[in-house]
């Protein structure tokens, strides 16, 4: 059974004037709901009339609009998330006071979602890794502030809303840092005679009401919330409050792996060295903190390799491989050892055309020009020269060739020049 105090029960009368639904409040911001109520503000939805935007509005109550503390608080709270930044943080996107009826309020980013309170008290326990999913993301929000010397001192389960990111995926955000100090820059509010903070989440140094706390007191606070999620019940719980401070102060938690034994051991030492009694043997910062958890969590599962070839034996590959069509096709190897002395026998024919190519012969324009054109003959050896000194005797018809032997040679010239063509192929420039 978990062991929690009941919810608050928000008995507030409705909202009636400035902040009642369709109403305008401070000339900006168009009312929608209220999301929660308290003693300190309200928390209303609300619509910029100037941008759309969805915004959720935190106004201080009208009667303690005149308490100095309160009004530093809101200027804390603002000026805190304004200097963490941090996605896992909600975001302040402005501040001011209206001017009618000087109310003072903050404009923070509209979440869809729970709180983590609400979500513990459907479900009892948390696995580990399922745990982890929600803190791991708030404690590097924690560590991301204490590096910029913001103590947030109210972590508890309604301070980590769990709101809904654009992909329906949950994101963790911490809220609320109205208690928040500042240890670098800033006041350090405190009411004289008031211990500040939520009592079962508090460290004991928070709770004895000491000055100089550091990071460790969140760390305490965190370490509770981890104890809860795991076992689903408080590691000090009482209804008396005096009670309460005094498990805080005094006693040990019972074993987080007794209560819960499907929790690791190794688990469960790191959460119980955070709810250390003295702060020096717990963590000294959030970042070692989650370091440890993340230590004791199993590695992720390895990729699942992809499948190696398996060799089989000769019989076994005959029965499981099935028997495959004769290809056609010369195997491959041969193919290539082929394609060498293929591609020579085409070539050869175009390489010897190429080496018995004569010269190229002068074009034979007609038939007397090639006439006119050829060699002299030789005389023949038979007839004598005429002498140089003397005119020869005149030729006679016999020695003179007609027209149609000149007509059969010029034929014969032209048919063996067509026929060199056509022996020269594609390599003849004709």
């Given at each position: 059974?978990?062991?929690?105090?009941?919810?608050?029960?928000?008995?507030?009368?409705?909202?009636?004037?400035?902040?009642?639904?369709?109403?305008?409040?401070?000339?900006?911001?168009?009312?929608?709901?209220?999301?929660?109520?308290?003693?300190?503000?309200?928390?209303?939805?609300?619509?910029?009339?100037?941008?759309?935007?969805?915004?959720?509005?935190?106004?201080?109550?009208?009667?303690?609009?005149?308490?100095?503390?309160?009004?530093?608080?809101?200027?804390?709270?603002?000026?805190?998330?304004?200097?963490?930044?941090?996605?896992?943080?909600?975001?302040?996107?402005?501040?001011?006071?209206?001017?009618?009826?000087?109310?003072?309020?903050?404009?923070?980013?509209?979440?869809?979602?729970?709180?983590?309170?609400?979500?513990?008290?459907?479900?009892?326990?948390?696995?580990?890794?399922?745990?982890?999913?929600?803190?791991?993301?708030?404690?590097?929000?924690?560590?991301?502030?204490?590096?910029?010397?913001?103590?947030?001192?109210?972590?508890?389960?309604?301070?980590?809303?769990?709101?809904?990111?654009?992909?329906?995926?949950?994101?963790?955000?911490?809220?609320?840092?109205?208690?928040?100090?500042?240890?670098?820059?800033?006041?350090?509010?405190?009411?004289?005679?008031?211990?500040?903070?939520?009592?079962?989440?508090?460290?004991?140094?928070?709770?004895?009401?000491?000055?100089?706390?550091?990071?460790?007191?969140?760390?305490?606070?965190?370490?509770?919330?981890?104890?809860?999620?795991?076992?689903?019940?408080?590691?000090?719980?009482?209804?008396?409050?005096?009670?309460?401070?005094?498990?805080?102060?005094?006693?040990?938690?019972?074993?987080?792996?007794?209560?819960?034994?499907?929790?690791?051991?190794?688990?469960?030492?790191?959460?119980?060295?955070?709810?250390?009694?003295?702060?020096?043997?717990?963590?000294?910062?959030?970042?070692?903190?989650?370091?440890?958890?993340?230590?004791?969590?199993?590695?992720?599962?390895?990729?699942?390799?992809?499948?190696?070839?398996?060799?089989?034996?000769?019989?076994?590959?005959?029965?499981?491989?099935?028997?495959?069509?004769?290809?056609?096709?010369?195997?491959?190897?041969?193919?290539?050892?082929?394609?060498?002395?293929?591609?020579?026998?085409?070539?050869?024919?175009?390489?010897?055309?190429?080496?018995?190519?004569?010269?190229?012969?002068?074009?034979?324009?007609?038939?007397?020009?090639?006439?006119?054109?050829?060699?002299?003959?030789?005389?023949?050896?038979?007839?004598p020269a005429p002498d140089a000194a003397t005119d020869g005797p005149a030729a006679t018809p016999t020695d003179v060739p007609d027209a149609d032997e000149r007509r059969d040679e010029t034929r014969a010239a032209h048919d063996g020049a067509r026929s060199r063509r056509r022996s020269r192929g594609a390599l003849s420039p004709w």
């Amino acid at each position: 059974m978990t062991l929690r105090p009941p919810p608050p029960v928000d008995d507030d009368p409705p909202d009636v004037g400035d902040f009642a639904p369709g109403a305008v409040f401070s000339e900006r911001f168009r009312v929608v709901r209220r999301l929660a109520g308290g003693g300190v503000g309200n928390v209303y939805e609300a619509v910029n009339v100037w941008t759309t935007r969805r915004v959720a509005l935190k106004v201080l109550r009208p009667e303690r609009a005149d308490n100095a503390v309160l009004i530093r608080r809101f200027q804390i709270e603002a000026e805190a998330a304004t200097r963490v930044a941090h996605p896992n943080v909600v975001a302040v996107i402005d501040m001011g006071r209206d001017l009618r009826t000087g109310v003072l309020y903050l404009v923070q980013e509209y979440l869809e979602g729970r709180d983590l309170y609400d979500a513990m008290t459907q479900r009892s326990r948390y696995a580990p890794a399922e745990a982890m999913a929600i803190m791991a993301p708030v404690m590097r929000a924690l560590q991301a502030a204490h590096e910029k010397a913001v103590l947030h001192r109210d972590l508890k389960p309604e301070n980590i809303f769990l709101a809904q990111g654009p992909g329906g995926e949950v994101v963790p955000k911490v809220i609320d840092f109205g208690l928040a100090r500042m240890l670098v820059g800033s006041l350090r509010v405190t009411e004289m005679g008031v211990v500040n903070g939520t009592p079962a989440y508090m460290s004991p140094e928070q709770a004895c009401g000491e000055a100089d706390l550091d990071a460790r007191t969140d760390v305490w606070s965190a370490g509770v919330i981890w104890y809860e999620l795991l076992s689903g019940r408080q590691p000090f719980y009482n209804e008396s409050l005096k009670a309460l401070f005094q498990s805080i102060l005094h006693e040990e938690p019972a074993a987080l792996d007794q209560v819960s034994p499907e929790v690791p051991a190794a688990l469960a030492r790191v959460v119980h060295r955070a709810l250390a009694k003295e702060r020096e043997r717990r963590f000294d910062s959030m970042a070692r903190f989650l370091d440890a958890l993340e230590a004791t969590l199993p590695a992720p599962a390895p990729a699942k390799p992809a499948p190696r070839a398996v060799r089989l034996e000769p019989e076994v590959a005959a029965r499981v491989t099935p028997a495959r069509a004769p290809s056609s096709r010369p195997p491959r190897p041969a193919l290539r050892l082929a394609a060498p002395l293929i591609g020579a026998l085409l070539l050869a024919p175009l390489v010897w055309a190429a080496a018995r190519r004569p010269s190229d012969p002068a074009p034979i324009a007609s038939p007397r020009a090639a006439s006119l054109l050829a060699p002299p003959r030789a005389p023949d050896a038979a007839t004598p020269a005429p002498d140089a000194a003397t005119d020869g005797p005149a030729a006679t018809p016999t020695d003179v060739p007609d027209a149609d032997e000149r007509r059969d040679e010029t034929r014969a010239a032209h048919d063996g020049a067509r026929s060199r063509r056509r022996s020269r192929g594609a390599l003849s420039p004709w």
